[in-house]
């Protein structure tokens, strides 16, 4: 599966892979040296945490690079009145009498704690490109779903404020 996502998120993402090829590895390195010097490494808590923290630099590189080399490139915008990415959604779900409010974001940067929901969610795919008022069934599995209306739609961009989602 490729992974949609914009100029923007593919700019954080190489900005990121610099920092860490540049600022982290060299430190990783450095820390691997001091602990290796430390001596006896059967024994060396030190050399093993310095070792399993300069693999995981490296692994968080390569996902990135991997991430931008399969992306697909899709555009942050939307007509007027439709829902489109980065805008800010009032959400009716029928079942629970409940309003909530998310932001459509894509997959990198979803983080429903946030209140950011991502394209490829089950929501986030049902509710794209919808227009107040439309009552929309979001399908959680074959046999199970929802219904929301949408209430409000609120245009926003990307104001990059929004972490890439990491480990």
Same mark, same amino acid.
């Given at each position: ?11 954080? *993402? ?13 430190? $990783?390195?450095? $820390?691997?040296?001091?602990?290796? $010097? ?28 991997? *991430?931008?080399?399969t992306?697909?490139v899709?555009?942050d ?10 805008? &800010? ?10 309003t909530?409010t ?9 983080? &429903?704690?946030?209140g ?17 008022g ?7 599995s ?18 990059? &404020? ?6």
């Amino acid at each position: 599966m490729h992974d949609r996502l914009t100029k923007g998120d593919i700019k954080k *993402m190489e900005e990121e892979i610099e920092y860490r090829k540049l600022v982290v590895r060299k430190e $990783a390195i450095e $820390a691997v040296k001091e602990a290796r $010097a430390q001596g006896d490494l059967s024994e060396n808590f030190e050399y093993y945490a310095a070792k399993r923290d300069k693999n995981k630099n490296e692994s968080r590189i390569r996902y990135l690079e991997r *991430m931008i080399k399969t992306a697909q490139v899709i555009e942050d915008t939307s007509k007027e009145d439709e829902v489109g990415l980065y805008n &800010t959604v009032e959400l009716y779900f029928e079942e629970e009498e409940e309003t909530e409010t998310y932001r459509l974001v894509t997959t990198v940067r979803g983080n &429903t704690l946030n209140g950011s929901v991502s394209i490829d969610s089950p929501i986030g795919k049902a509710i794209l490109g919808k227009k107040v008022g439309n009552r929309v069934y979001v399908a959680v599995s074959e046999n199970a779903g929802y219904h929301v209306v949408i209430q409000k739609i609120e245009k926003t961009q990307d104001d990059g &404020t929004d972490k890439l989602r990491g480990f």
